[in-house]
């Protein structure tokens, strides 16, 4: 599963090919608070300082990323 950009469509991966899904951000921000919420439930702080993250949860492998100044939100999750 990943984000790349909020104007467009989450994409899964799968067979080699990512597909569009019907899921879509609204904007940046619901991104972002997707991301630091889930940077919480894995005890990771995402912050202007430290914009990204990489952890484990519930058997799933996030890559969070909010990029500079927090204003490019993108995330995948894959299968551990």
Known sequence: IMCEDYSKPVQVQFQNR??????????KKEVREFILGAAKKMEMKIDKKNTAAEGVYRELRFFLDCGENLDNPRFSIRRT
């Open 18 to 27: 990512k597909l569009d899904t019907n899921v879509k951000f609204a904007d």
